[in-house]
């Protein structure tokens, strides 16, 4: 039996989760045994994966908003874990630069192979990795580039290939 938060015998529901999400390991998968709850592919703990639908009245949002108020961390945080799970599923599992191998997350950007990303990301990059994060993005036209990387990409998209190259030293 796969390690969870509780050890219960999966019920048949209907309503499921199009994309379940793991808060231990950031890893999101499209949920298929049509159960309650099922194992993380990655970590294996057990999650729910039903839908819930939550009705909001104006007190509940009134409330949501105060709670929001008294910890500015709250979205910080989540827009942390949304954009690691988007980098990770760009990089398929690897999260480092694909050019020069630079493997520090703060260092890597997503890029669209074809250019087009300035039209993409306007005014809502939130929303992109949130749409990649949640499978509602295909991924097949964006790679992990390091900054100094994707800054040669632009260049090269404009100029040609250039005659340097970027080389990371590690850790």
């Given at each position: 039996?796969?390690k ?6 999966p019920?048949?529901?209907t309503?499921i989760?199009a ?9 999101s ?12 592919p ?12 939550h ?16 910890r500015?961390e709250y979205?910080?945080k ?8 988007a ?7 690897i ?37 990649i ?24 998209l404009?100029?040609?290939p250039?005659?340097f190259?970027?080389t990371?030293?590690?850790k």
């Amino acid at each position: 039996m796969p390690k969870g938060v509780y050890a219960r015998k999966p019920r048949a529901i209907t309503a499921i989760k199009a994309v379940a999400l793991c808060r231990g390991c950031d890893w999101s998968w499209k949920p298929l045994s049509g159960f309650a709850c099922e194992p993380c592919p990655k970590c294996g703990v057990v999650r729910d994966v039903r839908r819930r639908e939550h009705k909001s009245s104006p007190e509940s949002v009134a409330r949501l908003r105060q709670w929001r108020a008294g910890r500015p961390e709250y979205s910080t945080k989540a827009s942390r874990q949304t954009r690691r799970t988007a980098v990770r599923l760009v990089g398929r599992g690897i999260v480092s630069c694909i050019r020069c191998g630079c493997d520090k997350p703060e260092l890597l950007e997503i890029n669209h192979k074809n250019g087009g990303g300035q039209a993409d990301l306007r005014g809502r990059s939130q929303q992109f990795y949130r749409d990649i994060a949640m499978h509602r993005r295909d991924v097949d036209d964006l790679e992990l580039l390091c900054k100094p990387c994707n800054a040669i990409h632009a260049l090269e998209l404009v100029h040609g290939p250039l005659p340097f190259s970027v080389t990371w030293g590690g850790k």
